[in-house]
Antibody
């Protein structure tokens, strides 16, 4: 059963870049026709899809964040990463990574990691 | 973007009650809809996919129905462990979008 685990700084200063990594274990990130996703959730609010990557390196981003987001994959390390540039307090949220199909559901999810944007 | 409107935003029901949540899409999404359960402090968990298919291991008291723009999620007999927020999610088109969530509490 594949498992995902997010890692990265819990505190980022305004205008800087938020960088997170999702480590995939108990399975290869390269096996199957899966997309690897980032999703976020501000405290007490709903879920927002940020974007995704396929092992070929092909990416799709939410238009609301596209100008600031880069998602990359490192198949040798079995992980994928999120960079969100020029952050503000509005980017404070729990960030989840999740596996998905080309157009399907998210399963499984990582446990999530809280990132706070504050000086 | 496809907008997903869930209702109600919260509800309170007694143990054993039937609970129904609705999700309306801003355009036809066929049956490309999933339902998730999120318990406090936890990641969302997939319960229903393709509008009506129960994920492996999910209790049969959970069910989903609908197609086109209108979908329903039902808990036939509410249990204390079902206290959570439930989300619908469409995958007809990018960007993938979620409903606003329905918080279910015990009366």
């Amino acid at each position: 059963q594949v498992q995902l685990q997010e890692s990265g700084p819990g505190l980022v200063k305004p205008s800087q870049t938020l960088s997170l990594t999702c480590i995939v274990s108990s399975g290869s990130i390269s096996s199957g026709f899966y997309y690897w996703n980032w999703i976020r959730q501000p405290a007490g609010k709903g879920l927002e899809w940020i974007g995704r990557i396929y092992i070929s390196g092909s990416t799709n981003y939410n238009p609301s964040l596209k100008s600031r987001v880069t998602i990359s994959v490192d198949t040798s390390k079995n992980q994928f990463s999120l960079n969100l540039r020029s952050v503000t307090a509005a980017d404070t949220a729990i960030y989840y990574c999740a596996r998905g199909g080309e157009l399907s559901w998210f399963d499984p999810w990582g446990q999530g990691t809280l990132v706070t944007v504050s000086s | 973007d496809i907008q997903m409107t869930q209702s109600p935003s919260s509800l309170s029901a007694s143990v054993g009650d039937r609970v129904t949540i609705t999700c309306q899409a801003s355009q036809d999404i066929v049956n490309y809809l999933n339902w998730y359960q999120q318990k406090p402090g936890k990641a969302p968990k997939l319960l229903i996919y393709d509008a009506s298919n129960l994920q492996t291991g999910v209790p049969s008291r959970f069910s989903g129905s609908g197609s086109g723009t209108d979908f329903t999620f039902t808990i036939t007999s509410l249990q204390p462990e079902d206290i959570a927020t439930y989300y619908c999610q469409q995958y007809d088109n990018l960007p993938l979008t979620f409903g606003g969530g329905t918080k279910v509490e015990i009366k």
